[in-house]
């Protein structure tokens, strides 16, 4: 797959196309139930976790990135991710939630470089999956 039309939407807007890169992370808690007489650590899943790096190239038009994400900023909201800028289906699927938006540094870099903007959403529900055409 080669991934360079990724879908992106936060709070209902679609940013695709200022997105440079979007890691969407997904992991569980390793809880150690190790016990007297075992010579190897024995872990067992816990709870799920989620999070999503995204690194957008920054946009202060109405409408853009920093309108949308601003004052989203330890606020709860909605984002949805495919891999392919297209319907989902069971190639695309479609990854959804709801979380919290930790930052969004509205401008950093140095001289002569472009204005990015790594922004973090922190999980604030489940992480929901799905491969119908949307």
Not at 14 to 31: H, P
Not at 66 to 93: M, W, Y
Not at 109 to 114: A, D, E
Request: proline share 3%; hydrophobic share 40%.
């Amino acid at each position: 797959l080669h991934f360079r039309n990724a879908f992106l939407q936060i709070n209902a807007v679609n940013l695709s196309d200022d997105v440079e890169s979007v890691t969407l992370n997904y992991s569980s808690e390793m809880l150690d139930e190790t016990a007297m007489g075992d010579d190897t650590r024995i872990n067992k899943g816990g709870l799920l976790n989620w999070s999503i790096a995204l690194r957008f190239h920054q946009d202060f038009s109405s409408g853009s990135v920093d309108a949308t994400l601003f004052g989203l900023v330890g606020t709860t909201t909605c984002f949805e991710i495919r891999p392919l800028n297209s319907c989902s289906t069971a190639i695309n699927p479609n990854f959804s939630g709801i979380g919290i938006l930790e930052n969004a540094p509205p401008v950093g870099g140095g001289v002569g470089s472009l204005l990015d903007m790594a922004v973090t959403i922190a999980s604030a529900g489940t992480l929901d999956r799905a491969t119908a055409a949307t």
